[in-house]
Nanobody
Framework: QVQLVESGGGLVQAGGSLRLSCAAS????????MGWFRQAPGKEREWLAA????????YYPDSVKGRFTISRDNARNTLYLQMNSLKPEDTAVYYC??????????????WGQGTQVTVSS
């Protein structure tokens, strides 16, 4: 079992930045890949970023590449998502997730409860 708790969400103006954190407990954090997702009202959950267990490999969809950066601190059991140049369409609930192995394959096994990000125009 892995327990995940997101924090760092809030209200920010367009063009601003936020850093989300995800504190993990339970199964060895450093042995599993992690990811960030989001879901806006009325839309499907969207994958934003993933990172291998060591942090050496990161993955992004084109939609956020260059604006969002995923990172992890295995000593602190914490995952991060740095978001820059935020837009109103980035408004959503943001979730962190843990995969079943060292690389992000298929769908995650564990999910956090989410943190709300609201970007005002």
């Amino acid at each position: 079992q892995v327990q995940l708790v997101e924090s760092g969400g809030g209200l920010v103006q367009a063009g601003g930045s936020l850093r989300l954190s995800c504190a993990a407990s339970g199964r060895a954090f450093s042995s599993v890949a992690m990811g960030w997702f989001r879901q806006a009202p009325g839309k499907e959950r969207e994958w934003l970023a993933a990172i291998s267990s060591t942090g050496r490999n990161t993955y992004y969809p084109d939609s956020v590449k260059g604006r969002f950066t995923i990172s992890r601190d295995n000593a602190r059991n914490t995952l991060y998502l740095q978001m820059n140049s935020l837009k109103p369409e980035d408004t959503a609930v943001y979730y962190c997730a843990a995969y079943g192995g060292p690389f992000p394959k298929q769908t995650p096994d564990y999910w956090g409860q989410g943190t709300q990000v609201t970007v005002s125009s």
